[in-house]
């Protein structure tokens, strides 16, 4: 019996339905007040027409509150005054929750003035709970197709009300007393956000490992994956085995856990957040509003050079349909620009390939520098050999002649080296100052060669790992491969000195080290105003600003 009911639920949380939902946009107004993260008070928005409370809605954030609206709302800032007589052992964690959504109506407290925070939530409750969060109408709430939920029944414009939205399906039963889990939520605030168009598939955030992801029904699974990828907070519990290393932290979703009315408070007030800033509009700063962004794209490695240029231009740059996701990669990148399809690129030097097909174009290009960098190579931390010449690097990658670092003073063991593939950036600085024309050795080409900027790192550190009879080399670009450790995490890598002199912030902003280069703004050697005064904004204090918060060499 009990395996026939869990089925049942269990459809009726898959199959649904989609209503019609209101054509509704989050909307913004502009504070001169910052948010009061105190107890005093709280924010709450309002239909403009009606005076009815909105309740998705925060703020002010930096200066503006955000609303999911049809149409104008005011923002009012409300003595706090929904104080229950159990607010002492309300769990502090709630505690916030709790205030702003019984401020907004979501939750209400009981007759005696209590909140119960620790009282398990049914699915009827449930229901009612975010019927109000997401105000759907139940003027035209269907009569109930289920058996369980009378036509008089105080659930029944809630239920059918959710079953039009598609968060509940249409199954058999509904069992309205049955204590709603954690998973069932997820669902439904999966299905509702979706529903409003806030689950977005071009997006990740830092995956959540879950340790116990396989025992989370297959029903639920896309909705946690879909809200984690998403940014949002799901119901979890932590493992903290060593309060100074979180390295170690486990997460367990739990998920056939019963909800109470404190956690559900929490999560109800995280969702809401998430999801307005998810989809806040992007707002342009007043001190740029006469300027305009071309359209840009560049190497892998400046990427963080166009992301910061749009958040010193926008708030809520994310949100901006204009704004790229990624980049193109060097070589991609300046075919764009020649092609006309983008106006400006952030990328190193060009290589033999760019070059040819710019002339076979008849298209001139502009180089502006605008920061530095350097082509830099690296081995196994524990590698004797610090030291490498240009002539022995040209003879390891064009001829494959030297194949044990006792030659040039190392182990004696093998040497192994990795590459990159031709349309990269690293490459092309490559052919710059090692090839001397030549193409990487064929049989290193096809060996050991990485696709992907960072995962010439990860290759030769697993490498090194992996076999103690060799030592693997590979190389990159300085300030990327400095600043990718921070994403990748550490690893036993270090950094080769070529002819003597070591690749530091010092030797490469003056020019000692040998491989140094300069990332460039390039654009096509025509007149085009709006190309030319972004271009003299990134030659000035605005230009280095970004490039210091973009983690690359300043030049001075």
Same mark, same amino acid.
């Given at each position: ?287 740029? *509003?006469?300027? @305009?962004?071309? /359209? +840009? %794209? #560049? ?5 963080? !050079?166009?992301?910061?240029?749009? &958040? ?5 740059h994310e949100n901006l349909p204009s704004f790229p996701k990624a980049h193109s990669k060097t070589t ?95 490459? *092309?600085?490559? @052919?710059?100052? /090692? +090839? %001397? #024309? ?5 049989? !290193?080409?096809?060996?050991?060669? &990485? ?17 103690p009879d060799k030592i693997a080399m590979g190389y990159s670009l300085y300030y990327y491969f400095n600043n990718v ?72």
């Amino acid at each position: 019996m009990k395996k026939i009911l869990a089925l049942t639920l269990a459809l009726t949380f898959i199959f649904a339905s989609f209503g019609v939902y209101a054509e509704k946009d989050v909307k913004y107004l502009k504070s001169d007040e910052g948010y009061n993260y105190g107890w005093e008070n709280v924010y709450v928005a309002k239909d403009k027409a009606t005076g009815e409370i909105i309740p998705l809605a925060i703020g002010p954030l930096d200066g503006y509150s955000y609303v999911y609206t049809e149409g104008d709302f005011t923002m009012e800032k409300v003595p706090y005054t929904s104080k229950y007589k159990d607010e002492a052992d309300i769990n502090a964690r709630y505690s916030m929750g709790i205030r702003e959504m019984s401020a907004r109506g979501v939750l209400k407290g009981f007759p005696d003035g209590t909140f119960k925070p620790e009282k398990e939530l049914s699915r009827a409750e449930m229901a009612a709970v975010f019927r109000r969060l997401f105000s759907i109408d139940t003027e035209n709430a269907p009569s109930s197709i289920f058996p369980d939920i009378a036509e008089n029944s105080w659930c029944r414009e809630d239920i059918m009300a959710l079953v039009e939205e598609g968060v509940f399906a249409k199954g058999e039963y509904f069992y309205p007393e049955m204590i709603i889990n954690r998973e069932q939520l997820i669902t439904m605030s999966y299905r509702m956000i979706n529903r409003l168009g806030g689950i977005k598939t071009d997006v990740s955030y830092s995956p959540m490992e879950l340790k116990d992801f396989d025992s989370i029904s297959d029903f639920a699974k896309p909705a946690y994956e879909a809200l984690i990828s998403n940014g949002y907070q799901i119901l979890y519990e932590m493992v903290d085995h060593d309060f100074m290393d979180t390295s170690d932290d486990e997460y367990f979703a739990n998920p056939r856990k019963a909800v109470t009315r404190g956690e559900c408070a929490d999560y109800l007030y995280f969702l809401t957040r998430r999801f307005l800033d998810n989809n806040a509009p992007a707002i342009k700063y007043d001190e740029f *509003a006469e300027i @305009e962004i071309p /359209i +840009l %794209d #560049g190497s892998t490695s400046t990427y963080d !050079i166009t992301k910061n240029i749009y &958040s010193w231009f926008y708030q809520n740059h994310e949100n901006l349909p204009s704004f790229p996701k990624a980049h193109s990669k060097t070589t991609n990148s300046y075919k764009r620009l020649i092609n006309g399809e983008v106006e400006m690129i952030f990328v190193p030097d060009p290589g033999e390939e760019v070059l040819n097909y710019a002339k076979e174009k008849g298209v001139n290009l502009k180089f502006v520098p605008i920061a530095n960098e350097a082509l830099i190579f690296f081995t196994d931390k524990d590698n004797k050999a610090d030291n490498i010449t240009t002539e022995a690097l040209h003879e390891i990658y064009v001829n494959n002649g030297i194949k044990n670092w006792k030659k040039i003073g190392g182990d004696d063991k093998e040497l192994v080296a990795y590459c990159r593939n031709n349309d990269s950036g690293s490459h *092309a600085q490559m @052919e710059n100052f /090692i +090839l %001397d #024309g030549k193409p990487i050795n064929e049989k !290193i080409a096809q060996e050991r060669i &990485s696709l992907i900027m960072a995962s010439i790192l990860t290759d030769v550190d697993d490498f090194n790992a992996q076999n103690p009879d060799k030592i693997a080399m590979g190389y990159s670009l300085y300030y990327y491969f400095n600043n990718v450790q921070m994403v990748i995490g550490p690893n036993n890598l270090k950094l080769m000195s070529i002819d003597g002199v070591a690749p530091t912030d010092e030797t490469i902003g003056n020019g000692a080290y040998p491989y140094t280069t300069n990332y460039y703004a390039v654009v096509r050697d025509e007149k085009n105003e709006k190309v030319d005064k972004f271009l003299e904004l990134m030659q000035g204090e605005f230009g280095q600003q970004v490039i210091l918060q973009s983690g690359l060499g300043v030049i001075k």
